[in-house]
Nanobody
């Protein structure tokens, strides 16, 4: 059973940066594509970014393209989300998920973390 733990969230001013991490235990992340998703208060969870198991392919939501970068270090069993030029509308709980590209692309996952809160002040 893979367990995912996100970290790195916090309070940041608009225009600032944060780096989120998602560390896995109980299994190896190299077997899975990985994704970052977010859920703002009162809204449904939405896709943010995806990365293939090899790290060769990445995909982004239009709202974060050019500002966020997803990466992974399979040796460390960790996936990252570098977030730059943050906006107040990026405020949300950010979740990482593990699964196939098809599953993650449908906003699903085989495994989910519990999330980390990102708050961007104006």
């Amino acid at each position: 059973q893979v367990q995912l733990v996100e970290s790195g969230g916090g309070l940041v001013q608009a225009g600032g940066s944060l780096r989120l991490s998602c560390a896995a235990s109980g299994g190896t992340l190299s077997s899975y594509a990985m994704g970052w998703f977010r859920q703002a208060a009162g809204k449904e969870r939405e896709f943010v970014a995806l990365i293939s198991w090899s790290g060769y392919s990445t995909y982004y939501a239009d709202s974060v393209k050019g500002r966020f970068t997803i990466s992974r270090d399979n040796a460390k069993n960790t996936v990252y989300l570098q977030m730059n030029c943050l906006k107040p509308e990026d405020t949300a709980v950010y979740y990482c998920g593990a699964g196939t590209l098809a599953t993650l692309g449908g906003n699903g996952a085989s495994y989910w973390g519990k999330g980390t809160l990102v708050t961007v002040s104006s």
